[in-house]
């Protein structure tokens, strides 16, 4: 190959106009997704943010301010919460100089992505098999792949064009041995990492079973120069790399981001998988020939992550490869190629396939704690065959015999084939968002700083036409949606809807919201009631009413703060200076006996005095049982440090969920009102509010007899509840000579505006004076346990 395959390369972007259409008739109108809100206007946002800032402050790329994006206030580095888009911005920001059109340049790198993975698989193809019709069949094959138009919401997932280039640069390595090759290896590599977390993990786990697959099979395993070459190639990757993935370390430090093995499963794809398609695929799709019209949107089996069939042209072609090339010169690429299919397929099952093997990975390859939707995994099965596919048409073309045209006539009728059966048009579109209102325009042109509320403040895909909105303004807005969210925005959720609520006003005051825009005009706030009131209407619009905060002596008088009445005092503690019980923790899976789920401890003691004011610490320690740690290991710990009150001073999480690691303290002053999450920011702390080990302690002094009932205020992951206490009863639990008589306790949590949250509990204490829990019923919404008291001591 001694010039650059412009040929191919002109075919490809033809193909791609043919294969998007009709999005070259409407780049500028219309968004190449199927949905909106959602996805792709979180990609269109990230795209948003980042041009607008490589246009305004450029620097922010080399300073780690571009992570500082505006969306969840007041929450730090909030664009490491997904994918960044850094690298696909730099791509595009030609096309954005020049038409400052954020959809067009959406659209333009969904283009592009098909295009450039079509030309580097080429590239690849034809450097491994020396074939010219193989590559550019495999150049079709992996640049229009079902599995991208299954993922047409997710823009990021497009941005497979550099793993060819790293294999191309991993083959020329074993060949040659030169430095240059391993520098142009970890290039490429860190290229793909760059441009997506998912990618960074999967890429460097197939580059690895290939390099093997290759040392194996050119008989160099043993080489110290190509490990030594490889080992160069990774240390110029990992510091490439370095820089983006430090925004994201330590997010995860901070917010405790990360999937487990049971968030894992709910991903994972399954063999059927490989024989499903995308709906819109014209042969297999819409014929419902590898999908069943019947089949329910919201079924765990459907959905993007399990459609992954690669098409019966790949397929036949990539045995012929693996035949034909193991038994021939090809065999170390075969090998290679079979490495990287087998291992893609079998962490594509996530956990509940070779659940030891996924296991190995989870715990010990960096990065794979990220991995949701092991799912993905598919796309190296999918780059190994379409590699073998090449191979398999190059042995078929040598096998001819040579008579004019017929090595021709099968490339045509093998590439036509494959083409036929990847045909997804006319391309999903939905129209373009408006990325220009009044409302925007206004919040734009007003003076001075301020954070925004756009209401109804949603938990989820809700807040992403906003979050386009505040393209327009630049300014901080509470609103957010991600791959990850802050710790404290439920509880946000839970009280700001409530605007224009006292409670709801107070929380925008502490936050430092400036103003709040509504769809409407909120209710109870004419101009003849308005007075002093500190939510001052400012702009209306057809679409939006904009209102501002303005509190002064006057509105906190007219709109005191709404602090609930103070709960009962606490009694004396059940026990003297220390008490300790173990649990049984029964999982209760439509057997009423339950099976054993793994170890709960409580523990609290009084501490000697000092001048921290720390009079009591309480802790609960939990570890799961062996057969669940297959697919949710926990040995977590959580303390909180207690004043003569009962009211927290400081709460403690160690968690330790497989390869997840969170330690964060939460700080309470209850003489400011106030709580802070780690780093995060300072919340508004209700009056004798508690954590939920201080709150289990205070309430066990209180009075419980039968009929007695109270309310007390409880934090819990950021949110506030008030706990509704009620002793119902005496009831007679256990069986047999193990039977006792307990007082029946049952806590009701409710959320702003009265909603109760999911959990449900009930508790059987001890009817003596130390109110022993004998056993908790628990039903978390994922599941209900049993906690039965194994042993207790105290002093």
């Known amino acids: 190959m001694t010039r650059p395959p412009v040929r191919a390369f002109v075919l490809y972007l033809l193909s791609a106009t043919a294969l998007t259409w009709p999005l070259v008739l409407h780049p500028f109108s219309r968004l190449a997704a199927p949905i909106g ?85 080429y590239l690849l193809a034809r450097a491994v098999t020396g074939s010219a019709a193989g590559a550019c069949l495999a150049g079709f094959a992996w640049g229009f792949l079902p599995f991208r138009y299954a993922h047409l919401l997710h823009l990021q997932l497009q941005s497979l064009y550099f793993l060819p280039l790293a294999f191309l640069f991993l083959h020329r390595l074993m060949a040659g041995r030169r430095r240059r090759d391993a520098a142009w290896l970890g290039v490429c590599a860190a290229l793909q990492a760059i441009s997506s977390v998912y990618w960074g993990v999967i890429g460097a786990i197939g580059l690895v079973a290939g390099a093997t697959g290759l040392m194996i099979g050119i008989g160099r395993w043993r080489s110290l120069l190509i490990v030594r ?81 690669p098409g019966l042209t790949v397929l036949a072609l990539a045995a012929v490869g693996v035949w034909r090339g193991w038994r021939g010169d090809a065999r170390p690429t075969a090998l290679a190629m079979l490495l990287v299919a087998g291992l893609g397929f079998v962490l594509s099952s996530g956990p509940d396939g070779f659940r030891w093997l996924y296991s190995l990975f989870h715990r010990g390859v960096f990065g794979f704690q990220a991995i949701r939707a092991p799912g993905r995994f598919g796309a190296l099965t999918a780059f190994s065959l379409v590699v073998l596919a090449a191979l398999g048409l190059r042995e078929l073309m040598r096998a001819l015999p040579p008579r004019a045209g017929r090595s021709r006539a099968l490339a045509l009728g093998a590439t036509g084939l494959l083409v036929l059966e990847f045909v997804n048009v006319p391309l999903p579109t939905v129209p373009a968002p408006r990325l220009s209102t009044p409302a925007g325009e206004w919040l734009a042109a ?56 006292a409670e709801a006003l107070w929380e925008l005051r502490d936050l430092g919201v400036r103003f709040v825009v509504s769809p409407a005009a909120l209710p109870g706030m004419s101009e003849a009631a308005l007075g002093p009131f500190p939510l001052v209407e400012r702009a209306r619009f057809a679409e939006a009413v904009i209102y501002e905060m303005t509190w002064s002596e006057e509105a906190e008088a007219l709109v005191p703060r709404p ?38 401890t409580l523990t609290a003691e009084r501490l000697p005095e000092g001048g921290a004011g720390e009079a009591w610490q309480a802790a609960v320690a939990l570890r799961t049982a062996g057969w669940v740690s297959q697919f949710f290991e926990a040995h977590d710990r ?5 004043d003569a009150s009962l009211l927290p001073l400081r709460h403690e999480q160690h968690l330790r969920e497989g390869r997840r690691v969170v330690d964060r303290t939460t700080r309470f002053d209850h003489a400011a009102g106030t709580f802070r999450i780690a780093d995060g920011p300072t919340l508004r702390l209700p009056p004798q509010g508690r954590d939920g080990l201080s709150a289990f302690l205070y309430a066990r002094t209180l009075p419980l007899a039968p009929g007695f009932k109270t309310a007390f205020p409880v934090l819990e992951g950021g949110r506030t509840y008030t706990v509704s206490l009620a002793a119902e009863g005496t009831e007679r639990i256990g069986k047999g000579a193990d039977a006792v008589d307990a007082l029946r306790v049952v806590p009701q949590f409710l959320g702003s505006g009265g909603r109760q949250r999911a959990l449900k509990i009930t508790l059987f204490l001890s009817p003596d004076a130390r109110r022993v829990p004998i056993l908790i019923l628990l039903d978390a919404g994922f599941g209900s346990f049993r906690l039965e008291l194994a042993s207790y001591e105290s002093e």
């Open 37 to 121: 809100p959602g996805d792709p206007y979180l990609n269109l946002w990230i795209l948003g943010w980042d041009l607008r800032t490589l246009g305004s402050d450029p620097l922010a790329l080399l300073t780690g301010r571009v992570f500082q994006a505006n969306i969840f206030f007041p929450a730090e580095q909030t664009l490491a919460f997904s994918d960044h888009l850094l690298l696909q911005a730099l791509i595009v920001w030609p096309l954005w100089a020049v038409t400052h059109d954020l959809v067009f340049c959406y659209n333009a790198l969904l283009f592009l992505s098909f295009l450039a993975s079509a030309w580097t698989m």
């Open 229 to 309: 070459r490889l080992v160069l190639a990774g240390v110029l990757g990992a510091a490439l790399v370095a820089p983006v993935a430090w925004p994201y370390w330590q997010v995860q430090r901070r917010e405790g981001f990360s999937r487990n093995l049971y968030e894992a499963a709910q991903h994972a794809a399954s063999p059927a998988s490989y024989l499903r398609v995308p709906p819109g695929n014209l042969l297999y799709g819409r014929t419902g020939l590898l999908r069943a019209q019947s089949d329910a949107t919201g079924s765990r089996r459907n959905g993007p992550e399990r459609e992954l069939f």
């Open 446 to 501: 007003a003076e001075g700083p301020g954070a925004v509320l756009y209401l109804p403040l949603d938990a989820d895909l809700g807040n992403t036409p906003p979050m386009l909105d505040s393209l327009q303004h630049g300014r901080p807005i509470v609103n957010g949606y991600s791959g990850q969210r802050p710790s404290f925005y439920m509880g946000l959720v839970d009280r700001l809807n409530t605007v224009p609520s």
């Open 563 to 600: 602090d609930p009445p103070p709960p009962m005092p606490p009694g004396a503690m059940p026990f003297v200076t220390r008490e300790r019980a173990v649990y049984r923790v029964m999982w209760l899976s439509g057997s009423a006996l339950g099976v054993p789920a793994g170890e709960a």
């Open 638 to 642: 959580l303390e909180t440090w207690i």
